[in-house]
């Protein structure tokens, strides 16, 4: 009798414990889409403000969204590289994220390509690699 009891509360505690390691080592789900709009560029006194919309469709908000971007001249030569954090990108919101292209006249940049992302949060670099999309209205933004 006394085995019976030992080995039934033997299986429910791993039972219990796989449960839960199962629970914990579920990967954080990725946004649906991740789009960043490229809205408005102007000039300021020894730089250039980009106003960037960003609309996170999916269930998670991201703490950390850090970028590397690189801006192209009018004649295709690489101007300047940026990093630049975003977060933070609630779930399910529209934001608004303005930063400074520092010592870059707004004339000069051309293009702006999103090199990379350097970090993401709660995410991974490629689930949210995979779930960005982009577009413009100012110069062009690409990937």
Known sequence: MRVTTIRRTFRAVSTL????LVATAAPAQSPATLSLELN???RLDGACRAYLVIVNEGGVGLDSFDVDLVTFEPSGVIGSRFRVELAPVPSGRTVVKSF???GVDC???HRVLLNDVVHCAPLDRDQCLAAIELSTLSVEFFQ
Request: cysteine-free; hydrophobic content about 60%.
């Open 17 to 20: 414990a796989a449960a839960m």
């Open 40 to 42: 408005k560029m102007e």
């Open 100 to 102: 400074d292209f520092e």
């Open 107 to 109: 004339n000069a940049i």
